[in-house]
């Protein structure tokens, strides 16, 4: 399965000819995951009612799935702390939860946003290329 972050939904809604907007449209949508804090990391960025609506009604097609309970929190919090000892700040929770939920279920992480560089190199998150 794939995670698809919100930079690559945020990209496809601007209409962005990425690698990663280019990959996640090819995608089955049965392998791609929709998480439930990435969508509100996008819905909270669109500038209307109207737009919410349709982005919200996109996702649901996925399927929005939970990503946070828990083990995942205290695991995230140990994952920043893990990257802080080492001089890396992970800006966003958001980040932090995704990139977790990615490491505890072995998806891969289609993602255009460099923090998650740092999960990739020093924890071994998978990304796809």
Known sequence: MIVADSSVWIDNIRQ???RQVRQLRASDQGEII????V???VLRGVRSER????????F???G????VDAEIAALAARHFRTLRAIGITIRSS??????TYCL??????????????HFERHLGLRVVR
Not at 64 to 67: A, D, E, L, N, V
Not at 94 to 99: N, P, R
């Open 64 to 67: 929005i799935t939970p990503m």
């Open 104 to 117: 505890m279920h072995g998806h891969s992480l289609l993602h255009n946003d460099r923090d998650f560089d």
């Open 51 to 58: 737009e919410a609506l349709i982005q919200e009604a996109r």
């Open 16 to 18: 962005r000819d990425t």
């Open 94 to 99: 958001v980040d932090l939860i995704v990139a």
């Open 60 to 62: 649901r097609a996925y």
């Open 34 to 37: 929709a998480g439930d804090v």
């Open 39 to 41: 969508v509100l990391e």
